[in-house]
T-cell receptor, first 113, second 113 residues
Framework: DTGVSQDPRHKITKRGQNVTFRCDPISEHNRLYWYRQTLGQGPEFLTY????????KSRLLSDRFSAERPKGSFSTLEIQRTEQGDSAMYLCASSLGRDDEQYFGPGTRLTVT | AQSVTQPDIHITVSEGASLELRCNYSYGATPYLFWYVQSPGQGLQLLLKYFSGDTLVQGIKGFEAEFKRSQSSFNLRKPSVHWSDAAEYFC???????????FGTGTRLTIIP
């Protein structure tokens, strides 16, 4: 399968711990997006990359959040000092270029206890 | 700011009946509009999209949507639903040159025999 993959699929952590998620986009896609989805809501944009450059960050992305795409392929999203409010589904998507369809991965569900 | 409204949180439809899910978008130049479906444990899947041209758009799984600029609407329709259509449906928009998706809150579709 050559779709977008995310790892892990589920993560349970204690408040105050750091967590890191990984996203592997479709291989030829140069744009990569992160979204967050809380229960009963639609996904909300967090940030996106074109190749290795981070082009935009949402105000939702506090200082505790950092995203990287070091070689323009996979991306990581790190949350430091997790809080209960960080509990959500974190979705990754990729696209071939501007205005192209975004293909979503299955998401990483984070639970902060 | 761009916004998307899905006024129906939950809809129940009998199998074989017709379906219409409502979506309204805020005023904005040349909206790009999308419908996504999300099944439990699955990633978001694109059903159809509207960029320009013919206002009636055909998608996958027998879905269609009609763009009505005068009503700022992009409603999703299906003439006859199947039990496998039970899922969460999200309307979303971007605009040209700014591809971060803005999603509505979703409509949960339940199918009854």
């Amino acid at each position: 399968d050559t779709g977008v993959s995310q790892d892990p699929r589920h993560k349970i952590t204690k408040r105050g711990q750091n967590v890191t998620f990984r996203c592997d986009p479709i291989s030829e896609h140069n744009r990569l997006y992160w979204y967050r989805q809380t229960l009963g809501q639609g996904p909300e944009f967090l940030t996106y990359f074109q190749n290795e450059a981070q082009l935009e960050k949402s105000r939702l992305l506090s200082d505790r959040f950092s995203a990287e795409r070091p070689k323009g392929s996979f991306s990581t999203l790190e949350i430091q000092r997790t809080e209960q409010g960080d509990s959500a589904m974190y979705l990754c998507a990729s696209s071939l270029g501007r205005d192209d369809e975004q293909y979503f991965g299955p998401g990483t569900r984070l639970t902060v206890t | 700011a761009q916004s998307v409204t899905q006024p129906d949180i939950h809809i129940t439809v009998s199998e074989g009946a017709s379906l219409e899910l409502r979506c309204n978008y805020s005023y904005g130049a040349t909206p790009y509009l999308f419908w996504y479906v999300q099944s439990p444990g699955q990633g978001l899947q694109l059903l159809l999209k509207y960029f320009s041209g013919d206002t009636l758009v055909q998608g996958i799984k027998g879905f269609e949507a009609e763009f009505k600029r005068s009503q700022s609407s992009f409603n999703l329709r299906k003439p006859s639903v199947h039990w496998s259509d039970a899922a969460e449906y999200f309307c979303a928009r971007t605009r040209r040159g700014n591809e971060k998706l803005t999603f509505g809150t979703g409509t949960r579709l339940t199918i009854i025999p």
